[in-house]
């Protein structure tokens, strides 16, 4: 595993009371879904053939606004230096590794395993820093884990719990930050793309892959992140072209969409 240089250790979270019920919002049976497939993240032509295409747009918008929010030098080569980013769900690291190449000090956590060994490993053979930890968003935020930018990205339509995995993204947010949240709007016209158009027609994705009715409306979304203590600061589609077979940003929310979210400033 590479570790990348830490901030000063965070105070930890009291010791969870005894007769407190644990939070669990990881789904097992999706971990084992990922799992399966795990090395082939960083393959352009497999099963992930979908997420290298959509991750310009995901890294331009994730870039723009972090520099927007912070104030930071949008020429710089390294803008997010001195910044703490937590990568949650982060799969092979597809949104993990750029973000350390722009400087910020990185955490990718996923809940599988397998798919945090092909990350570490893909990140030790580009030489780069970064740690990655097979953990889940509630055992970092039980143990006072804290960021300035938190990337949530194509996950919270796979956890067992939505508003509690978003409550513990929440708490680990220092105020002031922002988190970026990716997701599927739950129409028909999700379910008849997203669904059966890229995983039984196109075979873009394995079958199986998503559970429409584990999808997010951006009215279900503004309430979970509104209860979690957070102000939705943005809202981006994202639409597919398929004559030029790229992504891009709009309006259209109907299928894809982007959530930039901020934590108030203490006080």
């Known amino acids: 595993m590479s570790i990348a240089p830490q901030e000063s250790p965070q105070p930890h979270s009291p010791a969870p009371d005894a007769n407190t019920p644990r939070i669990d919002t990881v789904d097992p049976a999706e971990v ?9 993240w960083w393959d352009p032509a497999g099963k992930f053939r979908p997420l290298h ?4 747009v995901r890294l331009g918008f994730v870039r723009e606004r972090v520099v927007a929010h912070f104030g ?10 001195g910044m703490r980013f937590l990568d949650i769900g982060c799969g092979g690291g597809l949104l993990t590794e750029p973000m350390c190449r722009l400087g910020a000090t990185i955490t990718g956590a996923d809940a599988s395993e397998k798919n945090i060994a092909t990350a570490s490993v893909h990140a030790a053979e580009q030489g780069l820093g970064i740690d990655y930890r097979a953990t889940t968003a509630e055992a970092l935020a039980e143990a006072g884990e804290r960021f300035d930018v938190i990337l949530n990205m194509e996950v919270i339509e796979h956890v067992a719990d939505r508003d509690a995995f978003l409550d513990c993204c929440a708490q680990m947010l220092k105020p002031g930050g922002i988190m970026f949240v990716a997701t599927l709007n739950r129409t ?3 379910l008849g793309l997203a669904v059966i158009g890229a995983e039984y027609i ?4 394995p079958r199986g892959t998503h559970d429409w009715s584990k999808f997010v409306t951006p009215n279900e979304m503004k309430r979970g992140l509104s209860a979690a203590g957070l102000n939705i600061a943005e809202i981006a589609g994202i639409s597919y072209n398929p004559l030029l077979d790229s992504w891009s940003l709009g309006r259209d929310t109907g299928v894809n969409y982007m959530v930039l979210a901020t934590k108030p400033d203490a006080g």
Do not use: C, T, V
């Open 188 to 190: 028909l016209k999700a």
């Open 32 to 40: 084992a879904r990922f799992s399966a497939i795990a090395a082939e």
């Open 72 to 81: 930071l030098d949008g020429s710089s080569m390294r803008p997010f230096e």
């Open 202 to 205: 196109l075979g873009w994705l």
């Open 53 to 56: 295409k959509f991750n310009p």
